[in-house]
């Protein structure tokens, strides 16, 4: 019985504490800072299990499908996109806080340059 009582408990801390985990489903503003260029882009995180999909908009509006995993409050992502007439992949690596926000850090291959960014969540619209 006490197993019984243990295993449930146990269970029960488990499933409280990932229905408090933040997820990344849904739009998200993020901002880099990329060899002194700042910009700013649009994503679509769709979270399942430990991977992560979806899309972000390009300069041009064009939407660049992500792939991605996350462990535990470590994330990764990436995706394919170009620079005048180049091909390019940005890998972005970063870290999930307690309020749900990202940052870390990006790299531009196969340029090898690197930089810094933040991820927001963006807010419903109000009705």
């Known amino acids: 019985m ?33 060899a002194g260029n700042e910009s700013d882009q649009e994503c679509s995180f769709v979270q399942t299990d430990n991977k992560l999909s979806g899309s972000c908009k390009s300069q041009e509006g064009k939407d660049l499908p992500v792939t991605g995993s996350l462990d535990g409050n470590k994330l990764t992502w990436k995706y394919d996109s170009e620079f005048n007439g180049s091909p390019l992949t940005l890998t972005y690596t970063a870290t999930l806080d307690d309020s749900g926000k990202i940052a870390g850090n990006v790299e531009v291959d196969p340029f090898g340059v690197t930089g810094d960014f933040t991820a927001t969540p963006e807010k419903p619209a109000s009705k």
């Open 2 to 34: 006490k197993t019984i009582l243990a295993a449930s408990a146990l269970l029960f801390a488990s499933s409280a504490f990932a229905a408090g985990a933040p997820g990344l489903t849904g739009q998200w503003s993020v901002h880099n800072s990329i």
